[in-house]
């Protein structure tokens, strides 16, 4: 466990004796975060110098756009590792909440503008998703271990009901976002499918670090402040919304 930051640190000590201290996955683990963030920094700001016409608010725009693919990839490692108990093992959840939650969000991003619309704002789908996602962390997951003896069938149901108003609101989001972003500087859509990409890659690294000090809970909880940042970084006109 990643118990001792400051053991951690070992890892760039000159002392042979500092660095044999740090565990061979604490290791591996840092050194692909300095790899993939290095390669997230290059993709967020080279392309930018070599736009023809750089977005308004650019960093704003690569803190949404990063944040989406955090946050989206936190939420999925961690249901994936919860409704994989409740349904007996991790084969189950790939196929029942992996299929539930893609299904979900290409609902959500085919319907974004009526969602976005309907909670009057992008900012009121993230209060919406975290609300959701603090909801079933704190009181429905701590129910699920009493229905274990439930039938498989009616265990991926209740899975995919529980699965699926998060997706819903998760896929509303970049859809919502580039069409912001196309209308504004068209140039720069790729851009933010970059950033996006990029953040989604850096995503399960940091959260198998994040998951392995604190646990999958917090790591669900901690898609809460990431959607909120998000949300909070998106263009204030929100011109999508009103589709």
Not at 34 to 45: D, K, N, P, S, Y
Not at 127 to 139: F, M
Not at 154 to 163: E, P
Not at 207 to 235: D, E, H, K, N, Q
Request: aromatic residues 10%; proline residues 8%; charged residues 10%.
């Amino acid at each position: 466990r990643y118990s001792s930051w400051r053991e951690l640190g070992g890892l760039f000590s000159a002392d042979p004796v500092m660095r044999a201290r740090v565990p061979p996955m604490e290791r591996s683990v840092v050194a692909l975060l300095i790899v993939i963030g290095a390669a997230a920094l290059l993709c967020v700001q080279l392309p930018l110098r070599l736009l023809s016409r750089r977005p308004p608010r650019p960093r704003r725009h690569a803190v949404f756009f990063a944040g989406l693919g955090l946050g989206y990839m936190a939420v999925e490692i961690a249901l994936l590792q919860r409704f994989g108990l409740f349904l007996g093992h991790p084969n189950y959840a790939l196929s029942v909440v992996l299929a539930s939650l893609l299904m979900a969000s290409g609902l959500g991003a085919l319907h974004a503008p009526r969602v976005v619309g309907a909670l009057g704002g992008i900012r009121f789908v993230a209060y919406a998703v975290c609300g959701l996602i603090l909801a079933e962390t704190l009181l429905a997951f701590p129910l699920l271990p009493r229905l274990l003896t439930l039938p498989f069938a009616a265990r991926a149901g209740l899975t995919f009901l529980l699965v699926l108003p998060i997706g819903v609101g998760l896929g509303a989001f970049l859809p919502t976002g580039l069409e912001a972003l196309k209308r504004d500087t068209p140039e720069a859509v790729p851009w933010a499918w970059g950033v996006n990409g990029v953040f989604s890659v850096l995503a399960p690294v940091l959260s198998v670090a994040f998951s392995i000090t604190w646990g999958m809970r917090a790591l669900l909880l901690a898609a809460v402040p990431i959607y909120l940042v998000a949300a909070l970084s998106y263009p204030a006109s929100e011109p999508a919304s009103r589709a």
